[in-house]
């Protein structure tokens, strides 16, 4: 259980509505390590159902509000989803906030993570430990907390926040439905000097399960499913700019559709058709979670909400 759940005066993210309030949970973890959420709850159509929004190598969920693709896009996700009537769990990566209302990163790397070693398992559970205390107490406290009692988790995150997605999702079956945006790509496909952060590429953890492995477990099981999302025009990470076509010999589209079809042929011989699927996003301008993303991702969460399933349209 998180050791501190904390009403907010004020939401930490500007511009929202249909908001009712924000809690923030602190979760403390082995060596020291602390991490925060802020749990949006809407106001008016609630649903029984929780999105976790999960953020990469930033500091704010508050960035640029509006109708364009400038920024990250967190500020129009969260905006999106309340409007809908769906609670947000925004989940900061470690050392990328260091108090609820301070904006303001931690100057330690996620390397030195690695070098901090957990009283028991692995330093690979400081990422994914945030989002488990979160979802416990959301599982338990929602009579005495006041909030919805959710039914439905699903989870969506960009860069940092969409390789946590991957990993996460294919840890804990409660996640249902997920998005990772330019999170992560097999390690065959990528340039020999752009591996990734620690996390991405830590052997100790990837000899046990590959990235073709996670996407499967990820997508696994009874009406689970994960859209992964790239950005074609990314100037950060998996997209068209990023890839060696001399090293794969092939075309970016050639090279990632491969390793869709693998994961879909792995589904269906275990029984899951349609459990993965890779969307190229031809329209986000750089590194975000565009307006178009943000439409494919309603699309999906909308067509099984329980509203949908009950003959409700939506307002």
Not at 90 to 108: E, G, L, Q, S
Not at 184 to 199: A, F, H, I, Q, V
Request: charged share 20%; net charge neutral; with cysteine.
């Amino acid at each position: 259980m998180p050791i501190a759940v904390q009403r907010a005066s004020e939401s930490p993210v500007s511009g929202l509505s249909n908001l009712e309030r924000v809690d923030t949970l602190t979760i403390a973890m082995d060596q020291s390590v602390t991490s925060y959420a802020h749990h949006f709850i809407p106001q008016t159509n609630k649903q029984e159902r929780l999105v976790v929004l999960h953020h990469g190598h930033s500091c704010t969920f508050n960035d640029i509000p509006g109708d364009t693709d400038e920024g990250y896009g967190m500020q129009r996700t969260i905006y999106s989803l309340l409007s809908r009537g769906y609670s947000v769990l925004a989940v900061y990566m470690p050392y990328k906030a260091t108090f609820f209302d301070i904006n303001t990163c931690d100057v330690r790397t996620h390397d030195s993570l690695f070098d901090l070693q957990p009283s028991q398992g692995s330093s690979m559970k400081y990422f994914l430990e945030p989002v488990a205390v979160s979802l416990n107490y959301l599982r338990a406290r929602y009579s005495t907390g006041d909030f919805p009692r959710y039914k439905q988790y699903d989870m969506i995150g960009l860069s940092g926040g969409g390789w946590t997605t991957t990993v996460y999702s294919a840890i804990d079956t409660r996640i249902k439905y997920s998005f990772p945006v330019a999170g992560s790509m097999p390690l065959y496909l990528r340039k020999g000097d752009e591996p990734g952060d620690k996390e991405q590429i830590y052997s100790d953890f990837y000899k046990i399960a590959g990235y073709l492995d996670l996407y499967v477990l990820g997508s696994a099981g009874t009406g689970r499913k994960q859209i992964q999302i790239l950005n074609r025009w990314d100037d950060c990470c998996f997209g068209q700019a990023q890839h060696d076509a001399a090293q794969t010999r092939s075309t970016y589209d050639e090279a990632v559709r491969d390793y869709e079809s693998r994961v879909q042929r792995i589904l269906s011989s275990l029984g899951f058709d349609g459990g993965f699927r890779l969307h190229i996003d031809n329209k986000a301008p750089h590194h975000t979670i565009s307006r178009q993303t943000i439409k494919t991702i309603l699309r999906e969460l909308d067509i099984d909400s329980p509203r949908e399933r009950n003959g409700h349209s939506r307002p």
